[in-house]
Every structure is written in structure tokens, then in C-alpha cells.
């Protein structure tokens, strides 16, 4: 007997823990047993090794992880077509931005990360991925990444930076960019308040701090060199469920 979740990810049915903890919690899971096909009670619920599973269409398959389907909602919303570009993804993780990257045709996706191991084993060995670990965007530089950057600099900048405020990453990713090149970066409220703006879940309650939150990333992307376009929230709220925003912007 095997827990419901590690079962999902053992037989290639769910990209990590997580994410086959968040199917099993909305429903999307199906086991066959005795009683015939049954949605597992719990995402502990210890299911029989050879038992088969079976998952409902479900949108978070689409990419290794939930950031994914941000980045497709902001691609969408934006209108932005990727397609030939070549990006560079701060603060790449798992990999969500880089996945809907390449799936909506990007050429090529430098990762940057500050973390080491985390990155889906399918983007690692796609040749058009180029991963760099251990790497702090505050001090990132292009001859930090060698080849991956392209000469004239990247067509495309995405973030999803946690942790740190998106405001020390506008500067660096500026410098990479090339002219006319766009940044569509997620904007984490919790993370540029400080405790003083949280809950002791990490939640903002206080909706008028969001405004706080624009005028600040806002002021210092445009002290950075871009000009902003649009600021607008996320198609989806963040695992924890804080409300989050995407700035979009022009070098």
C-alpha cells in the first residue's frame, strides 16, 4: 500500500507531490477498486501498488507547475505572442514560466535561480533550456550565463521571484533585455510588504496596501529604465491564496 499522492507522482501522473495533492483535493482523481471507480477520501489515503489510476481533465496537467498557468493567463491577457523569442526566466523554480514558455513556442528559455535541485527533470533535458543554479538575480550580469545570453540581449524577461521583492531584479533584468524587449513579471504582495503587511498565515487582509504595492514596483521599474504598460491581476491567486498581479512593461 502506497499514499494516494506518491502513487500519482510514481506513475508519472502528476509532476510532483503538490501537485497531485492539490488533483486529489478538487476531485480529479480516480482509483479502481472493489466498489469500482472511487475519488481517494484523503491525499494520504494508502491505495494498493498495482492498482490503476485514472485522472479527470484537469488544467494543472497542462505544466510542471501552477506557475504555468499564470504565465498562459498573463500571455493571453497581454495578447503577447512568444513564439521565436528568446527569454529569460527569474526566479525559474520548477520551472512553470519556462514550461509555457516553450510550449507557446518560445526558441529558448535561460533560467535563473538562486536554488539548486528544483528544476522538472523534462526541462532540464530539453536542449532549449538553460539552467543556471545558485545565482542571485540582485548581482545577475551577463557574463554570468556566457552563450545563454543572446548578443543583442533577450526578447522577453518573465519573474516570479519569492521571498525578495521584485524590485531588485528590474535593474538586472533591464541590462539583459534588448531594446523593445518586454517584461512580464509576477508581482507577490506578501513578499514586498514585509511581516508588517501579513497575517500570521502570510496573508494580505489589508486590500489597501495592494495600491502601496503598485506604486512602488511601479516606480521602481520606471527608475530601472522600463516604461510600464499595464499592471493586472493574475488569472489564478497563489497556492497560498494571496491575490497577486502581473506588471507588464517595455524596455
Known amino acids: 500500500m502506497t499514499r ?44 494498493p501498488d498495482d492498482c490503476e489510476l485514472q485522472l479527470c481533465d484537469d488544467a494543472e496537467l497542462r505544466f510542471v507547475s501552477r506557475g504555468g498557468l499564470k504565465l498562459a493567463g498573463a ?31 518560445a526558441a529558448h528559455v535561460t533560467g535563473i535561480d538562486v536554488g539548486h ?15 543556471f543554479e545558485g545565482v542571485n538575480v540582485r548581482t545577475l550580469e551577463a557574463a554570468a550565463l556566457g552563450a545563454a545570453c543572446p548578443p543583442g540581449g533577450f526578447d522577453l524577461v518573465v519573474a516570479d521571484l519569492s521571498f525578495i521583492s521584485l524590485a531588485h531584479a528590474l535593474r538586472p533584468a533591464y541590462a539583459l533585455a534588448r531594446a523593445g524587449a518586454r517584461l512580464l513579471a509576477l508581482v507577490k504582495p506578501q513578499f514586498e510588504l514585509g511581516p508588517g503587511g501579513v497575517d500570521r ?8 496596501r495592494y495600491e502601496t504595492v503598485r506604486r512602488d514596483i511601479e516606480g521602481a521599474a520606471a527608475l530601472a529604465g522600463w516604461q510600464v504598460l499595464e499592471w493586472f491581476d493574475s488569472p489564478i491567486r497563489g497556492g497560498d491564496g494571496n491575490r497577486e498581479f502581473f506588471l507588464y512593461a517595455r524596455k
Open 75 to 105: 500571455l493571453e491577457h497581454t495578447r503577447l505572442d512568444v513564439r521565436a523569442l528568446a527569454c529569460l526566466d527569474l526566479g525559474q523554480s520548477t520551472g512553470g514560466f519556462t514550461d509555457c514558455l516553450l510550449a507557446a513556442g
Open 201 to 208: 498565515r502570510g496573508l494580505v487582509r489589508d486590500a489597501t
Open 117 to 131: 535541485g528544483q528544476l522538472h527533470e523534462r526541462l532540464r533535458a530539453d536542449p532549449r533550456v538553460h539552467a
Open 4 to 47: 494516494a499522492d506518491q502513487l500519482l507522482v510514481r506513475h508519472g501522473l502528476a509532476p510532483s507531490r503538490s501537485a497531485a495533492q492539490r488533483l486529489i483535493a478538487r476531485g480529479a482523481v480516480r482509483w479502481l477498486g472493489p466498489q469500482g471507480w472511487t475519488a481517494p477520501r484523503k491525499v494520504g489515503e494508502d491505495l
